[in-house]
């Protein structure tokens, strides 16, 4: 299972909101840190606000943070918003199907079956297992928020 770069951000970005909760972060915060594109960040946060997750604030002095507790906001339920329907294949999808073996299948039994997998193990994790450990998250990346280092990833 692969997810998108969009999920990946939208990740990265609540967590560094759940990191500095109850502070308001900024776009820039995020792009700073994790060295990504600002509009792919912005369209992210956009959505994140849009779903309830995160409260934003326009113009100066504006920004983002959470709207509700990182222990009620589920992985699994992210991933649902950012990725839509996990058609892993093709013969997921009704609409699309052109596998005359849908029904009788047992590769794509597996595949369905693997996929709830992933996804029971993303609905028990929350935002606040994954900022858990915010010390040493923190102290990772405060040499790149001082400018002292640059991000693994650099922003476009």
């Not at 500095?20 to 594109?37: E, Q």
């Not at 990346?141 to 693994?152: L, S, Y």
Request: charge should be positive; glycine fraction near 8%; aromatic fraction near 4%.
């Amino acid at each position: 299972m692969k997810l998108t770069s969009y999920s990946n951000f939208a990740l990265r970005s609540l967590q560094l909101a759940a990191l500095k909760a109850p502070n308001r972060i900024r776009v820039d915060d995020v792009v700073r840190v994790h060295g990504l594109a600002r509009p792919h960040i912005v369209k992210i946060v956009h959505e994140l606000g849009r779903a309830g997750y995160l409260e934003t604030t326009r113009g100066r002095g504006g920004g983002f943070r959470l709207a509700k507790p990182a222990e009620d906001i589920v992985i699994g339920d992210v991933i649902r918003l950012t990725e839509g329907p996990l058609d892993v294949v093709e013969c997921f999808n009704p609409e699309k199907n052109t596998c005359p073996l849908i029904g009788i299948c047992k590769l794509s039994e597996a595949i369905q079956k693997a996929t709830r997998a992933f996804m029971a193990v993303l609905d028990d994790l929350t935002l606040a297992d994954i900022a858990a450990n915010r010390g040493e998250l923190l102290n990772r990346i405060a040499p790149i928020e001082e400018g002292i280092v640059a991000p693994m990833r650099r922003a476009r």
